[in-house]
């Protein structure tokens, strides 16, 4: 028992139960900045540990390395390290593991997700309003001084209820859809809402 417990104490870093390994590791699509890149083609040529990076390539990276050929510790054991050092200097924004040892483990590719099915306006049921349209046009102007990070969607109801919803998930833009049709429906008489659009992108039935 007493074996079990200095165990979990020397690996605390990086999780008794190896959990938040995986957690540290970045993923998604990613290209270092030029200086990253010489940042970490200098790294490559050092007694390499590990090698951390903001998931935009460029605002920060920090790296972590052996200076003796016998190194205390697991590789696993510097991931916090690095991340630290990069952190430090990233401006608030995270940074996740992109090299454990010289062997690049940043997942690039990753599953994309399933667009899921919601109802869109069609013009057959029901005609959109006066109110509607000039509240989609109050919409657009939204869309029009977004950040290029955020998007926005629309919704209305046969009602004449309209609802507007934003966020920074990127397409399929799953989460943002349920959430504009909730807040439409809540607000809805017949808790019916459709979809509109999707940023400036109408997606009435045809």
């Known amino acids: 028992m007493k074996r079990l417990i200095v165990l979990c ?3 605390f870093t990086v999780g008794c139960k190896g959990a938040t390994t995986s957690e540290l590791v ?3 699509p990613i290209t270092l900045s030029a200086s990253a890149q010489k940042s ?7 007694n390499p540990r590990a090698f951390a990076v903001t998931k935009d390539g460029n605002t920060s990276w920090g790296w972590y390395y052996c200076r003796d050929i016998q190194c205390r510790g697991s590789k ?3 991931m916090p390290k690095a991340i630290k050092i990069c952190e430090d200097y990233s401006k608030g924004k995270p940074c996740k593991i992109y090299d454990v040892g010289g062997k690049i483990v940043w997942k690039k590719k990753t599953k994309p997700e399933k667009e899921i099915k919601v109802d869109l306006y069609d013009p057959k049921k029901f ?3 006066s109110g509607q349209k000039t509240a989609f046009g109050r919409y657009l102007d939204l869309v ?3 950040n290029d990070d955020v998007n926005l969607a629309f919704a209305i109801g046969k009602d004449g209820t309209t609802a507007r919803a934003r966020s920074q998930e990127v397409a399929p833009y799953n989460n943002l859809k349920l959430t504009v049709l909730e807040i439409c429906k809540a607000k809805s008489s017949d808790n019916k809402c ?3 659009a999707i940023n400036d ?6």
């Open 40 to 46: 970490y083609e200098k790294y490559l040529r050092s």
């Open 194 to 196: 459709v979809l509109y």
């Open 201 to 206: 992108n109408v997606t009435a039935e045809k």
């Open 26 to 28: 970045g993923s998604g």
């Open 144 to 146: 029009s001084i977004k």
């Open 127 to 129: 005609e959109i309003t």
């Open 9 to 11: 104490l020397v690996l």
């Open 76 to 78: 696993l054991q510097s």
